[in-house]
């Protein structure tokens, strides 16, 4: 075993610290260590990206960075972007559009969704497709994710502009 | 899923990269993205007793774009190529090729540096490097030096950087005229069954230069001389293309594996060959 590390991160606003083996994956960090079990493991090879969380602006797969390198980050995982008293409009959105079923892709699809939609607030279906070609579903053949994030898209754009 | 036991190094600055290089010698490796290597000790085929990440050294992450020349630090992302309009306009081949690696994720971590010094012939940067003349900067404790990408690869994970040097910075002489990254893929996110990069230069309706590099079809990527040179001189008409994919094929040397015999990649080489040059042909 090698030498724990002193690991601080903010996840959801809130601040952790704690002792961690360098190889320990980010994502069984948010799962085992800090209980944030909204984000999942559905691969090895870095492809299915069920594992997505924010981290400092960037949609990350947390299967693929060890939480040491993670090590003074800000973190949003599903459970910060909304939750069943406050949903934010992807997750109303895939609700409404019926973009889930399983439900083990949705915490990793909508975080990248608040991504996406914040690079490109109006994309196309092709942009769409494309911008969330990292994220693997067996359920719903994605029809459905597009027209959630296209509705989604359209809610959140009509709200900026009511409110300017 | 789960990595072996390592210790865990983030420097500063390159002298503390390359102190830790130089005390732990094989057992120690950079890190850029993480992208290749995570996912390799992840299935225990890479052994990194003592990792070394470089997010905290300074000075790789710039994109400078010259009168002359491109340099682009090693810790450049995909995500920071596709979107830097300058380098876009000056070298717009690297956003097309960037777009067609991998995914969004892995784009906004995966770095230059660690595409091109990875090693393997999966990557698409190297083809794309040696089509474009690149040089990639490497220092070690005796200071610093170039090789040039056409030297650089030797053999699958085998190439011209010696174990305690680490890749700082690609270096590409500005490309003149059209180009174009056309890349067969089974799908998102694949390595290429088959991909071609092309740049050329229109003079009247003549090629007055060329360069290829395939990517994928051989234990490296390759840098295809025959090829360019049977454009060049040419109106790139039919018989010209035929003579450029009848030289690359004889260039390349690929394997069969999950994407298709050998008969199949030569096949899907000329055919993707042969559409990158007259997509390149027509950006002339």
């Known amino acids: 075993m090698s030498k724990k590390m002193h690991i601080k991160l903010n996840v959801n606003g809130k601040d952790e610290e704690f002792l961690a083996e360098p190889r320990e994956l980010l994502i069984y960090t948010l799962r085992e260590r800090l209980n944030i079990t909204g984000p999942h493991i559905g691969c090895e090879t870095s492809h299915c990206g069920a594992c997505t969380v924010t981290i400092d602006g960037k949609s990350v797969k947390s299967c693929t960075m060890f939480a040491a390198q993670a090590d003074g980050a800000e973190i949003t995982t599903i459970e910060g972007i909304g939750n069943p008293d406050d949903l934010h409009p992807l997750q109303t959105a895939f609700k409404e559009h019926h973009g889930l079923q399983c439900g083990y892709c949705t915490p990793g699809m909508i975080t990248r969704a608040t991504k996406l939609l914040e690079e490109n607030p109006t994309p196309t279906e092709e942009e769409i497709r494309f911008g969330m070609a990292g994220n693997i579903c067996r359920c719903t053949g994605y029809q459905n994710i597009i027209k959630s994030i296209q509705a989604a898209a359209a809610e959140m754009n009509a709200a900026k502009e009511a409110a300017e | ?284």
């Not at chain 2, 710039?62 to 070298?91: F, N, W």
């Not at chain 2, 298709?260 to 040059?277: D, T, Y």
């Open chain 2, 1 to 284: 899923m789960i990595p072996a036991a390592f210790e865990y190094y983030r420097p500063k600055d390159i002298a503390g990269v390359l102190s830790i290089l130089e005390e732990h010698g094989d057992d120690a490796r950079v890190m850029a993205g993480g992208h290749s290597l995570i996912p390799m000790m992840k299935l225990r085929m890479a052994d990194v007793p003592h990792l070394i990440d470089l997010q905290d050294v300074g000075g790789m992450s710039d994109i400078t774009v010259g009168g002359d020349s491109i340099r682009i630090g090693a810790m450049v992302t995909q995500a920071d190529i596709i979107d830097h309009e300058g380098l876009t306009t000056a070298a717009p081949i690297l956003r097309e090729a960037a777009l067609q690696i991998a995914d969004p994720q892995v784009r906004y971590m995966g770095t230059v540096g660690g595409n091109v010094a990875n090693g393997d012939p999966g990557n698409d940067m190297p083809g794309l490097m040696q089509c474009l003349d690149a040089v990639f900067t490497v220092i070690g404790t005796d200071g610093e030096r170039d090789i040039p990408a056409r030297d650089f690869y030797e053999a699958a994970y085998m190439t011209a950087r010696e174990d305690e040097e680490v890749l700082t910075a690609v270096t590409i002489p500005l490309p003149k005229g059209g180009w174009a990254y056309e890349k067969q893929k089974r799908k998102i996110g694949d390595y290429a069954t088959a991909a071609a990069a092309v740049q050329i230069v229109k003079d009247g309706g003549t090629c007055a230069a060329a360069s290829i590099a395939m990517t994928n079809l051989s234990d490296t990527p390759v840098y295809s001389e025959a090829a360019s040179n049977a454009l060049v001189g040419t109106a790139v008409d039919d018989a010209a293309l035929g003579a450029a994919v009848a030289a690359m094929l004889g260039d390349i040397d690929p394997t069969e594996d999950n994407r298709g015999p050998v008969a199949f990649k030569n096949h899907v080489a000329g055919v993707i060959l042969r559409r990158a040059i007259a997509r390149a042909w027509s950006r002339a």
